[in-house]
């Protein structure tokens, strides 16, 4: 689990590379991480789409990997 709580993540291009048991359990360290209303990061070409937590999160902006979570 995580040892502290951060109020924003940047994880640029990191998960992409993970297959998608890689991308959850990366998901889910970064979710345990984040404070609520905390912001996460992602890179262009990656998303919370295999992230078990995807409805804890929304989208800020169009077209943009930037996320906020809600819950």
Do not use: K
């Amino acid at each position: 689990g995580s040892f502290n709580e951060f109020q924003f993540i940047s994880c640029r291009n990191v998960t992409m590379y993970f297959d998608e048991l890689g991308q959850e359990q990366a998901h889910r360290l970064l979710h345990q991480s984040l404070t609520p209303l905390g912001h996460l990061g992602l890179g262009i070409g990656e998303s919370l789409r295999h992230s078990p937590y995807r409805a804890d999160y929304r989208q800020l902006g169009r077209g943009e990997p930037l996320f906020q979570r809600i819950r």
